[in-house]
């Protein structure tokens, strides 16, 4: 214990079951390996400094805690018994030789509260199978190699640079570690886990996914109180079995933002009409979108492709849906870009037209419906003919309409309309 600000070295190994507590503002080095003969009970260094660990490898029983800045100058692992590792600053290489860090078996959860590698990056950070990492502030390392659990609880915009790897029963946590509305957790690698959790049922959570995404279960989950919104924004390829999402007093929303990408999962609300889809990006959709539980809200911003059912609670379209197989909107529809499934059409609340568009289908369906925007309208069979007798009798069209069209050349279904028709364009059946 130095409790000056002058330098302390420990020039050889270190072992023995008592404690070990190193106190200076200065720099204090660890040449040599810690309790790798006989642990240490645990391990304390004190706020304002640096420890060098040089040694590759520190054990204990009791807890570790590092209050000092901490710089790697070997790749090291540290393990205790099923205790807490703690450290409360920075965690750095020593150079620019990337340097592994590694937990050892048994080792207890660590918490990571300072940046990790923003000075010299980390190499990789390895973790254990029942262990949690939490990480408070940004990472910059080669890779993650996971275990366990990583959770991810930094307040404001943080970066996450390396790729995280899945090799075991594995999660992935962002979730915000106080109330209101997250920061933005941005993922600069690929990443791959079992289950993904963005937000809880009592805090919000936000991430920006720039590397593909593998796995099983992707949660995103709205807080406790309206501020609290919860987002997962897509911007590459997504293979994961399913997505739900759960607004809870909040919203849950997924937006997927990148350029031709494929998106394999089921999206589904946790209950029938939760959870909101915004497509600002050019995907393709695998799998179907509500087959479970509708979502509340399906926007698509961009030109996308579906090669599944889709059922959503309500629809808004600017950009251009196709080859679709089947869409089912229980409520309100604003639609101002053209849409093309193979299948039937299916709209059972009121439709605004925002631009003139046209719907292709193998079949339309309209219950209740009525359009209003001075816009035409065409609804044209997917082939040559409608598949089955179309009725337009559930539809109401509003008096702005500036055209209809309804099927096309060489259609051989009838086609059933509404009892009057008073538009303000031309009419072609």
């Known amino acids: 214990?130095?409790?000056?600000?002058?330098?302390?070295?420990?020039?050889?190994?270190?072992?023995?079951?008592?404690?070990?507590?190193?106190?200076?503002?200065?720099?204090?080095?660890?040449?040599?390996?810690?309790?790798?003969?006989?642990?240490?009970?645990?391990?304390?260094?004190?706020?304002?400094?640096?420890?060098?660990?040089?040694?590759?490898?520190?054990?204990?029983?009791?807890?570790?805690?590092?209050?000092?800045?901490?710089?790697?100058g070997a790749n090291t692992t540290l393990t205790n018994t099923s205790n807490t590792i703690t450290f409360s600053s920075t965690v750095n290489a020593v150079d620019a030789t990337d340097r592994d860090l590694t937990f050892g078996a048994g080792s207890g959860n660590v918490t990571f509260t300072g940046a990790v590698?923003?000075?010299?990056?980390?190499?990789?950070?390895?973790?254990?199978?029942?262990?949690?990492?939490?990480?408070?502030?940004?990472?910059?390392?080669?890779?993650?190699?996971?275990?366990?659990?990583?959770?991810?609880?930094?307040?404001?915009?943080?970066?996450?640079?390396?790729?995280?790897?899945?090799?075991?029963?594995?999660?992935?946590q962002v979730i915000n570690s106080a109330d209101g509305a997250p920061g933005i957790i941005t993922f600069s690698g690929n990443i791959a886990a079992d289950t993904i959790t963005i937000g809880t049922t009592t805090k919000?959570?936000?991430?920006?996914?720039?590397?593909?995404?593998?796995?099983?279960?992707?949660?995103?989950?709205?807080?406790?109180?309206?501020?609290?919104?919860?987002?997962?924004?897509?911007?590459?390829?997504?293979?994961?079995?399913?997505?739900?999402?759960?607004?809870?007093?909040?919203?849950a929303t997924a937006t997927f933002s990148g350029t031709s990408q494929t998106i394999t999962g089921t999206i589904n609300g946790l209950a029938t009409t939760e959870g909101t889809i915004t497509v600002s990006g050019t995907p393709t959709f695998v799998s179907t979108i509500g087959n479970t539980q509708r979502t509340s809200q399906l926007t698509i911003?961009?030109?996308?492709?579906?090669?599944?059912?889709?059922?959503?609670?309500?629809?808004?379209?600017?950009?251009?849906?196709?080859?679709?197989?089947?869409?089912?909107?229980?409520?309100?529809?604003?639609?101002?870009?053209?849409?093309?499934?193979?299948?039937?059409?299916?709209?059972?609340?009121?439709?605004?037209?925002?631009?003139?568009?046209?719907?292709?289908?193998?079949?339309?369906s309209f219950s209740n419906v009525t359009t209003s925007g001075a816009y035409a309208l065409s609804l044209l069979p997917y082939s040559t003919s409608f598949t089955g007798a179309q009725s337009l009798t559930g539809l109401t069209l509003g008096s702005t309409l500036t055209g209809l069209t309804v099927g096309a050349s060489g259609n051989t279904a009838t086609i059933t309309l509404p009892n009057a028709i008073s538009i303000a364009g031309p009419i072609t059946i």
């Open 117 to 172: 590698g923003t000075t010299y990056n980390l190499g990789t950070i390895t973790d254990i199978a029942g262990q949690t990492l939490t990480f408070s502030d940004a990472v910059t390392a080669n890779t993650i190699a996971n275990y366990g659990t990583l959770l991810f609880n930094a307040t404001s915009a943080k970066t996450i640079s390396p790729n995280i790897t899945d090799l075991g029963t594995t999660t992935i």
């Open 1 to 72: 214990s130095g409790n000056t600000a002058g330098n302390i070295t420990l020039g050889g190994s270190i072992n023995g079951a008592y404690t070990l507590d190193l106190n200076t503002t200065g720099t204090t080095t660890l040449s040599s390996t810690v309790g790798n003969t006989t642990a240490l009970v645990s391990i304390t260094t004190n706020t304002g400094g640096t420890v060098l660990i040089n040694g590759g490898a520190i054990t204990t029983t009791g807890t570790q805690t590092y209050n000092d800045a901490v710089t790697l």
């Open 204 to 251: 919000a959570g936000s991430a920006l996914l720039n590397g593909t995404v593998t796995g099983t279960n992707i949660n995103i989950v709205g807080g406790n109180v309206s501020a609290e919104a919860s987002l997962g924004n897509f911007a590459n390829t997504v293979t994961v079995t399913a997505i739900t999402l759960d607004d809870n007093t909040a919203t």
């Open 301 to 364: 911003n961009g030109a996308t492709t579906f090669q599944a059912a889709v059922r959503t609670n309500a629809l808004t379209t600017t950009a251009a849906i196709s080859n679709g197989t089947t869409l089912d909107v229980a409520s309100t529809s604003s639609i101002g870009a053209n849409i093309t499934t193979s299948g039937t059409q299916t709209y059972n609340g009121n439709i605004t037209l925002s631009s003139s568009s046209s719907l292709t289908g193998g079949l339309f």
